[in-house]
């Protein structure tokens, strides 16, 4: 097994009296995707936006490839190569989907103050934002707003974003959120494709999809860790089963 | 070339009949002209902010005020001072004050930005106004104008109507190239991200704080060098360049001319120069012409009401049927809105026309 790129040991956050992550540890693997399902309220998103940076904890440390994070912006951390999707759609409606993609891949770009340069003439960037289309299969909507999209190819168009920054970690907050049959089994698809060679914390609420993609799961439960191990420790669990499997669909 | 669009297009058209005008036109239409062109160079460098940026300014007379103040405080009391020394050190000074207050301002948003803009620029107004730095409320007169050399020659004689008004026009092409230049670089890309969806933009890795900062700073030299034209075509600087009515003035012009447009800024500023001479003028309002805002207001309120992209909005929907502009509008229901009205502006369509050339 690969060393982890990502430790987070002893992570909470507190939003006054509520303790929405309390005192959460876990690893991610390049290669071994790591879900993380709990029941509504359970602090999910509240972990991603730590591991991204949007919020800053109140107490833990969060470890990528060796050096603490836990202090730098949302795009520091995008930067070394962190990329998140969020769980209600977050993406730019009035541009393009290529115009999105973009947008993306510029961040990467060495000197943007570079300003007698028209954008379109950088081929890395549209070359990657290209790509990032294909590998979600937006190819041919490349020129459509993203607000023309489907629900569905909107969740793509953001799993394309991420990708054209070129991240090494992918943190995605229910990716399969408000998607149909066919969409879900595309996307799973391709998430199962990306952790190949990407470490991935996935967040979600589909345990068919969960239970097919992860090879390690935490439950989270009232901002805690409830049980954290492979697919089939945590099926086997009872407290797993009570706090919320039994409640929830059963796994197949 | 490629990057000019049509209404661009048209504005050269319209910059080489206005390098015509010197030839026949009277004093009064040269500064008239000229003085359409530096408010236009004003409007523009707001725009930068309000229509590309999202950042709503309401305090830009600010720096071009301190632009202003830096020409009249450095020119000597008989004597021509060197345009080439005095010009890039007014524009530093509005630059810096931008800087400065910038570091400040951008990290608040919204209405709190607005506030903030107005209150750093009240503290200036106040800073000339009551101390004897600017000479007070009576402000300060610049007897003699800055004198254009190059190598000892005299390039362009200030004092001439008709020579100022090259000097203004140039400024005005040469802002109006860099800014079209910046907006269609990756910079300006990430300014319309901004504007639409900071939060994503954050997380795709921009620090938009620097973007922000670079653009308010880059926005307050530009009304430097606007402040510095005007204080040399009036010859004359007192606290109200950088009151608040001033502040308001040019967020007029930018709404009235359509905001993220620069030929919209250009439109706005000439629109409003010339209706404010069209009231006030009393061999046609007569006695009425003492109330001049009251019938500007009541104008711009009605085409602010009728056409919300601006006369600029209105003259793209004249003038092309085509495309859409991406980073106009934040929400999905108003970008689907203007996508119906389409009165976007040109930078983008042509980033979508060069989309569908490109080969993947
Ligand atoms: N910014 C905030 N301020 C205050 N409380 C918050 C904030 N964000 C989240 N919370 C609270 O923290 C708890 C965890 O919320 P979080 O959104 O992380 O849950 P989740 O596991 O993602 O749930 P879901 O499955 O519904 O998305 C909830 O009780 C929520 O109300
Ligand atoms: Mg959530």
Known sequence: ?252 | MTHLSLPTWLLLGVALLLALLPLGATTFYLQLGAKIMIMAIFALSLDLLIGHSGLVSFGHAAYFGVAAYALALITPKYEAANFWLTLPAAVAAAALAALVIGFLVVRTAGIYFIMVTLAFAQMLYAIFHDTKLGGGSDGIYINVRPELTVAGFKVLNLESPAQFFYLALIALITVYWILNRLLHAPFGRALAGIRVNEQRMRSMGFPVFSYKLGAFTLAGGLAGLAGYLAACQFGFVNPEILAWHQSGTVLMMVILGGMGRLHGAVIGAAAYVLLQELFSSSALFGGYSKHWQLSMGTLIVIIVLAFPHGIGGLIDVAWRRRGYHGGEEDSPQSAQRSQRSDAEDSESDDLTAKDAKNPK
């Open chain 1, 1 to 252: 097994m690969t060393d982890p790129i990502l430790q987070v040991s002893e992570l909470s956050k507190h939003f006054g009296g509520l303790a929405a992550v309390d005192r959460v540890s876990l690893e991610v693997r390049t290669g071994a995707l790591h879900a993380v399902i709990g029941p509504n309220g359970a602090g999910k998103s509240t972990l991603i936006n730590l591991l991204s940076g949007e919020l800053s904890a109140s107490a833990g440390h969060i470890i990528f490839h060796g050096r603490d994070i836990g202090a730098l912006a949302p795009e520091r951390r995008s930067l070394l190569g962190i990329s998140r999707s969020f769980q209600k759609t977050n993406i730019f409606p009035s541009f393009t989907a290529l115009e999105n993609c973009r947008l993306a891949a510029q961040s990467r770009e060495p000197r943007p103050w570079h300003w007698l340069r028209g954008a379109l003439s950088y081929q890395s960037i549209t070359s990657k934002a290209h790509q990032a289309l294909e590998a979600v299969d937006l190819s041919d909507r490349a020129n459509d707003l993203a607000l023309t999209l489907s629900h569905g190819e909107q969740r793509q168009l953001e799993i394309a974003m991420c990708l054209a920054t070129e991240p090494q970690l992918l943190l995605l907050d229910e990716p399969l959120a408000g998607m149909g049959t066919e969409e879900s089994q595309r996307m799973i698809q391709l998430i199962a494709k990306l952790s190949d060679n990407h470490a991935i914390l996935l967040v979600e609420h589909d345990m068919d999809a969960v239970f097919q993609l992860a090879q390690t799961l935490t439950v989270m439960v009232d901002g805690r860790l409830l049980a954290s191990g492979t697919p089939e420790q945590i099926r086997a669990n009872r407290q797993v089963q009570v706090a919320y499997l039994g409640e929830a669909e059963q796994p197949t």
